[in-house]
């Protein structure tokens, strides 16, 4: 399955491909008033947990906080610090007044990564109404899905064929880019 190069990194050497292991880690931010008070079950975050693990994430964390902009950078802030791996949120993405989870996003974040944004966005038609944002902060990539246990899990799975790579530039753990050679080859970069 695609997700099976996630258990290591081919390298090529001298000695030709090589698998390198590389360890990846998550934590789950759920944000809903509801699901903080009480009041309401959360469906998306399991549903999360389940698919990071079923790629080869070890989930190191989830907790839920009520919306806002303040709670969702104070605990953003928290979870991201001295983390080298991927931190999924899930709710307050839309448009209702308490859906404020980009812009708590968006005064942790350190660079935009709107590529991954823009494809969660086209998995569905209601993907449109999604204003989540994705970007990192040191080592620790951010990507806000939507509440909807379905729309959470089709837009985490629009950009997992990616996320292992991003983590490699992050941590500064992957193979170098090819260069070109004058005959059109390519070569390892040293």
Known sequence: ?????????????ASGPTLVAV??????????????????EDLAGPLLTARLE????????????????ES????????SAGFA????TSGGTGFSPRDLTPEGTARVIERDAPGL?????L????GRLSRGRAGTVGQCLILNCPGSPRGALECLDAVLDVVAHALELLTDTSSPHPRATRDGGATSAT
């Open 123 to 126: 998995v569905s038609p209601l």
């Open 23 to 40: 360890d990846l880690y998550a934590k789950v931010l759920i944000v809903s008033d509801s699901v903080d008070r009480g009041e309401r």
């Open 117 to 121: 944004s823009e494809a969660m966005r």
């Open 72 to 79: 969702v950078e104070t605990c953003l802030r928290v979870m």
């Open 85 to 88: 791996g991927l931190l999924v």
């Open 54 to 69: 079923e790629v080869g994430f070890a989930v190191s964390d989830y907790r839920v906080v009520p919306d806002g902009e």
């Open 1 to 13: 399955m695609w997700w099976a190069r996630w258990r290591g990194v081919e390298r090529t050497g």
